[in-house]
């Protein structure tokens, strides 16, 4: 089981989703979150690595799936660290 820690940007992107009133989208992302944190890998976050960036410490960058097939989908990028059992959440946006 992984410990999540958040930038300010996915604070930021989550209360801007909160302010919004985006109820739907934000149950999607806790579950999305929740699966993250017991393991990355699950089936159903379609987890990759992103080849756009890398972490500001050199570490991959991957994104796992909120949505699927769906207009603007939304994405969690993230990546390892920075301690053992943590992943930090560094964005969670529309698919760019």
């Known amino acids: 089981m992984y410990n999540l820690k958040y930038t300010q940007e996915a604070v930021d992107n989550l209360n801007d989703l909160k302010k ?3 109820i739907n989208k934000l149950k999607k992302i806790k579950s999305t979150l929740e699966k993250l944190s017991v393991n990355p890998r699950h089936p159903g976050l379609h987890t990759h690595k992103n080849q756009s960036f890398t972490a500001l410490d050199g570490e991959d960058v991957f994104q796992s799936y909120v949505e699927n097939n769906t207009p603007s989908a939304f994405r969690i ?3 390892y660290g920075p301690n053992k059992n943590f992943i930090t959440v560094i964005a969670i946006i529309p698919h760019p």
Do not use: E, L, P
């Open 20 to 22: 919004q009133g985006n």
């Open 77 to 79: 990028f993230w990546c």
